[in-house]
């Protein structure tokens, strides 16, 4: 039977990404009915033209939308805005972060719908359908540092980039996964002296033979890594426990201890946040100012480059989808050792230990 999938157009402040690309959708024509919300794709440059030239049908509004669809296929987690327009027949596939969201996990809960957190489908190991918008995240963590050291925003007025040998700004990048290493690539290629902080031994060890001389190591919680943090003019925090909450790395005494005008950027505010007493900021009122230091925590960082990040989130999405198309999905969702943890929520039943732990819930099988 044709299924109809829906790709509503994302309603999350500054959020631009859309989460099929025209490109994308063709390959589903015969397979799946796929419609879309009017304008979903202009912040990431497609018109409804583009789409319907693809061959999706598009839609006036969100209750058509969400009231048409079967799958609902999205990039961030619904805001409270949609939760009326979900209802149990729905198979929700997008972005969901639920460890850090008890009010969505409950309202995901009492809808009785099936609910797909993106992140944490997982293939040979890796998560690939977080690794590009980390990769993305990573890159940006060090752009917006780099603009908020700037006087004008508050910042210390340093530039990253070195100017000369004696003068390099200091930035620590604390969880070196794909984020972290993004962010250190970045922060090394415009001159900056960069210190990693992780708790996996092996990862600072490559970190190490890769870049040498041009960085320090350090494990996490040392008097070394805390000294490396309260010295830095730009912190980035991006450690990750997948579907849990994250650790806090960088404490209140650490943003004391830093001098006025630097800066800490939390990129794992998505799953909770690893900055003590963090609050999750917008693209558009992008930090707050902690004892002089300015401290961002955006959840959608990728969605300053819509463009860029709806293409490769796109491209990642395909796979996925197919599987979700198939007639029976659920057995496909269920005995997929990779595909089973993103499967977090399913006719009010919550199946994800991670989440229920983090938010104090009970977690249930699926028989
Ligand atoms: N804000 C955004 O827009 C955005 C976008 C993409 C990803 N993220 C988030 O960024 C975070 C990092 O994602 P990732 O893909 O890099 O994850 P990853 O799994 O690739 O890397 C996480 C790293 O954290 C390290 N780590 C875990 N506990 C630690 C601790 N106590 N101290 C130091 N290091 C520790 C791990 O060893 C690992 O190297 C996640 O929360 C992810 O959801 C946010």
């Not at 397979?31 to 990431?44: H, L």
């Not at 030239?53 to 509004?61: E, F, M, P, Q, S």
């Not at 939308?65 to 619904?78: A, H, Q, R, T």
């Not at 959608?300 to 990642?316: F, M, Q, Y």
Request: charged residues 20%; aromatic residues 4%; negative net charge.
């Amino acid at each position: 039977m044709i299924k109809k999938l829906g790709i509503p157009k994302e309603v999350k402040k500054d959020e631009g990404r859309v989460s099929l690309i025209p490109e994308h959708i063709s390959q589903f024509t015969g397979i799946a009915d796929i419609f879309i919300e009017t304008s979903a794709g202009i912040g990431s440059g497609f018109s409804d033209e583009d789409y319907i030239k693809a061959g999706a049908k598009i839609v006036d509004t969100p209750e058509e939308l969400y009231g048409i669809s079967e799958i609902i296929c999205k990039v961030k987690e619904p805001q409270s805005q949609e939760y009326d327009l979900l209802k149990p027949n729905h198979v929700l596939f997008g972005y969901l972060h639920l460890a850090s969201n008890l009010q969505l996990t409950k309202k995901l809960l009492d809808k009785k719908l099936s609910a797909i957190a993106t992140e944490m489908i997982m293939d040979n190991g890796v998560y690939p359908l977080l690794i590009p918008m980390s990769k993305i995240a990573g890159n940006l963590a060090i752009q917006k540092g780099m603009q908020f050291l700037e006087y004008s925003s508050g910042g210390k007025g340093i530039l990253l980039s070195s100017i000369s040998d004696s003068n390099n700004a200091k930035v620590t990048v604390v969880g070196c996964g794909e984020v972290g290493k993004s962010s250190i690539h970045k922060a090394i290629s415009v001159g900056a002296k960069v210190t990693a902080i992780d708790i996996n031994e092996e990862v600072l060890n490559i970190l190490k033979s890769k870049y040498g001389e041009l960085i320090e190591v350090c494990k996490t919680q040392t008097e070394e890594a805390i000294a490396a943090i309260r010295s830095a003019d730009l912190v980035v925090g991006a450690v990750l426990i997948p579907g849990k909450k994250p650790p806090i790395v960088i404490s209140n005494e650490d943003i004391s201890a830093m001098a006025k005008g630097s800066v800490v950027v939390d990129v794992a505010i998505d799953q909770g946040g690893c900055v003590e007493g963090v609050n999750a900021n917008t693209h558009s009122d992008p930090f707050e100012i902690r004892d002089g230091v300015l401290v961002s925590a955006i959840a959608n960082l990728p969605g300053a480059v819509p463009k860029t990040s709806s293409i490769e989130l796109s491209t990642g999405l395909q796979k996925y989808l197919n599987f979700l198309l198939e007639e029976d999905w659920l057995k496909g969702y269920k005995e997929n050792k990779n595909l089973s943890p993103s499967l977090q929520i399913h006719n009010g039943l919550l199946l994800s230990q991670e989440v229920a732990e983090s938010l104090s819930l009970s977690v249930s099988q699926l028989v």
